[in-house]
Structure formats: C-alpha cells, structure tokens
C-alpha cells in the first residue's frame, strides 16, 4: 500500500485527471497575451505562471532545505510587472516549474521518506502537508489560468470544455 500511495501522491502532482494539467495551461499562449490582464482580474498569466513556479519552488525549498527562509507574504510570492521580462522568461518559467515538480514526485516516491513525519525545520508541517498543499496549490491557479485564458480568447475551443 506504501508504494500506491506515494505514486499517488507523485501523479497528482501533474495529473490531468479531473482538470486541465499545468503543462495543457500553458502551451501555445500567445506570446502577445502573456503580459495582459482581463478587465476585472488583477493578474495576467505570466503573473499566475510565476507565481505557480516561485510557490512550488518554495514549498520544495522547505521540504528539502535545513536553512529555509520564509518568503514574505505577498511581495515574494507575486511578480510585479504583467509581462514577462524577456521573451525566453516565459519558457524558463515553465521548465523550473516542471523541474521542481519533479523534484516534489521524487520526494513522494522515495521511501526514505516517512511522509507523516515533521519536517525537521518546520513548525509541525509534514512531507505529505506539503505534497498535498503544492497539488491544491497549482490546481487551484492552474483552473484561473484558464479563465485568464478564456477571458482574453486565446484558450483552445474558446469557452467550452477544458
């Protein structure tokens, strides 16, 4: 059971099993919508992108890092600027987040892991707290994302179904 569950627990990560995975949110954006923000909604979606890959990259950090320092709460967390800086920002972003990712799979599949035990540094979170929480975490963006995508027109299929 050890093992179904820790790859479990790695699929759900990147899985696109009750929604559109990360990797289906981001391909083929236009490079011309990246930086804008639909009337109504305070982020475009090189602001959700990097904020998916800074708190995934986060919540890595704290499982793996005896020195982990907090970010702080909003500023570290949300880029400023709507745009991506550089036309290769964009693609940079994508692939840390799929690298970390990956780092979050293995950390569930290894079985030297005890995923109900504390982290050591932490103030009572747990490995599989943390695996859960960046799951929740980028399912939840990753479903804003698409209505950012929706909104500006550029979601494969317009509106319909993911």
Known sequence: MDHALREQIARCLGWEEAHASFDRAVADLPVSARGRAPGGLPYSPWQLLEHLRITQHDILDFCRNPE???????????????????????????????????????????????????????????????????????????????????????????????
């Open 68 to 162: 982990y320092r907090e970010l702080s709460w909003p500023d570290d967390y949300w880029p400023a600027a709507a745009s991506p800086p550089s036309a290769s920002a964009w693609e940079e972003s994508i692939r840390q987040f799929g690298e970390d990712r990956a780092a979050l799979q293995a950390l569930a599949r290894d079985s030297a892991v005890d995923l109900a035990a504390r982290i050591p540094h932490g103030n009572g979170q747990t490995y599989l707290r943390e695996l859960l929480l960046a799951a929740d975490h980028a399912a939840y963006h990753v479903g804003e994302l698409i209505v950012v995508r929706r909104l500006l027109g550029v979601w494969p299929g317009g509106g319909g179904k993911p």
